[in-house]
């Protein structure tokens, strides 16, 4: 029987999408049966960030009106074994599909794969209500910003009273070179207002911009530090007790060297 | 079986009791005896207030009960009837301003209260927790913050402006007693004071100093 993980924000654009792509292949990765369901309805995402675009044939709303199987509308990953992927439909909207359906679909996946995670729309309405419908458990997705915390804490209320408590942080796009100069919000300042567990913190990293446009999830370049923290966090998730990265550490010029010459596989985050 | 002929209510300075009309005076003793003996400490040492509503009584019953009540607590006033009746209605029709300021109904509230929760209560709040910006707390009456306050605070909101609220750690976005409105200066960087503060109103001007 798998688990459904719902992976929100409330606020739109600190890394939902990207962050569902990651641990979802971070999980197939570790041999997992996973299925990235696309709830952002009329703004899909998703398939385009895991490069799967030109694959679509179903969608999310064919689906929950009958008008394929389930498993016609799930889309192979071409790179990873065991990693499908449930599109949004693009023409449609949020209301064209029902959290009562929602629910239904979330039963129905759990039967065959071992982790469903649910991309939810930003915002706090209908859109928000459906990817929470299913879930178990969530994973609240923020960014070090005043603005996006704020939004993070209601969303953890919301959630509360959806049924789903103790959802698990995730800060994305830390700069520590920021946060030394004491002009963002570190991690501590965070924990402190939304006072929920810490499953991890993803680094502000260029390759994410790089890897997300070229869809392919960072997570499979293995010197990347955003992608040797979304692997850490697909290893959480499946229980292993892996410590927060040492982000402070800047990397020595020995380490540079050894990356440029790529036998630095091993690093110890 | 739950014996149901009389419910007690508690109110300002005293208690409500309604006896469910049609009731017979044998079930209503009864039910009072046991209810009294049930929340007899709770009364030690207090002066009760007592307000009889629902079924009219014979005044040989009136004093049947007062006799009963007079054995367990210590009576103040007694109305039965019609006076008590219009008391009644006042209490739930207008909203009346709770006056209390070191006595009264109070809500605990478990925190975080997180941005878009509002706690409103006519009586005082206790938060045990932080309230997180974008929460608010709405209280007739005092507030108290075992936590941090970042959010929005209102005491007095129904006008008493002798309310207070006290807090932890003041970070407020913005706090409220009765009619004045303050927020914390503009530009000035936190010094964080690491003891707990209290906020009043003196002179039409909202204070916050350290709690003595």
């Known amino acids: 029987m798998g ?259 790529g036998i630095n596989k091993n690093r110890k985050n | 079986m739950k014996d149901d002929s009389v419910l007690f209510k508690g109110m300002r300075g005293g208690l409500k009791i309604h006896i469910k009309p049609g009731s017979d005076i044998i079930s209503i003793k009864k039910s009072i005896k046991d209810k009294l003996s049930e929340g007899r400490h709770f009364f030690d040492g207090t002066t009760v207030n007592l307000v009889f509503t629902g079924q009219t009584l014979m005044p040989s019953e009136q004093i049947e009960l007062i006799d009963i009540i007079s054995t367990q607590i210590e009576i103040g006033d007694v109305d039965f009837g019609d006076r008590a009746k219009e008391q009644d209605d006042n209490l739930h029709e207008k909203s009346y301003m709770f006056t209390g300021i070191e006595e009264g109904m109070t809500r605990f509230v478990q925190g975080p209260v997180r941005s878009g929760q509002r706690i409103f209560y006519e009586g005082n709040v206790v938060v045990i927790g932080d309230v997180n910006p974008g929460g608010e707390i709405i209280a007739g009456g005092n507030i108290i913050i075992i936590g941090t306050l970042r959010g929005l605070a209102h005491a007095g909101a129904t006008g008493n402006g002798d309310s207070v609220i006290v807090c932890f750690n003041f970070k407020p976005t913005q706090i409220r007693i009765g009619k004045i409105i303050s927020r914390p200066p503009e530009g000035e960087d936190d010094v964080e004071p690491v003891y707990p503060e209290i906020a009043y109103v003196k002179d039409d001007i909202l204070v916050i100093e350290p709690v003595k």
Do not use: W
């Open chain 1, 3 to 261: 688990e459904v993980f719902v992976i929100t924000s409330g606020k739109g654009g600190v890394g939902k999408t990207t962050t569902t792509a990651n641990i979802g292949t971070a999980l197939a990765l570790e041999g997992k049966r996973v299925v990235l369901i696309d709830a952002d309805i009329g703004l899909r995402n998703l398939d385009v960030v895991l490069g799967l675009e030109n694959r679509i044939v179903y969608d999310l709303v064919d689906v929950v009106e009958g008008t394929c199987r389930l498993r016609q509308a799930l889309v192979r990953d071409k790179r990873f074994e065991g990693l499908y992927l449930l599109p949004a439909a693009q023409t449609r909207d949020k209301n064209a599909v029902s959290p009562e359906q929602m629910q239904k679909l979330c039963d129905d996946l759990k039967e065959q794969f071992d982790f469903i995670l649910i991309d939810s729309p930003a915002g706090i309405e209908h859109g928000f209500k459906n990817a929470v419908a299913g879930a178990d458990r969530a994973i609240v997705v923020t960014v070090p910003e005043v603005s996006a915390v704020r939004d993070a804490d209601r969303i953890i209320g919301m959630l509360a009273t959806n049924d789903i408590p103790n959802p698990l942080l995730i800060i994305n796009r830390l700069r520590i070179d920021l946060v030394k100069r004491g002009d963002m919000m570190n991690i501590e300042d965070t924990n402190e207002i939304l006072g929920i567990d810490l499953l991890g913190v993803v680094p502000d990293d260029e390759n994410i911009v790089i890897s997300t446009n070229r869809g392919e999830p960072v997570t499979i370049d293995e010197d990347s530090m955003a992608g040797t923290a979304f692997r850490n966090i697909a290893k959480r998730i499946l229980g292993e007790d892996i410590p927060l990265m040492d982000l402070d550490e800047e990397d020595t010029f020995m380490d540079k060297i050894k990356r440029l010459f």
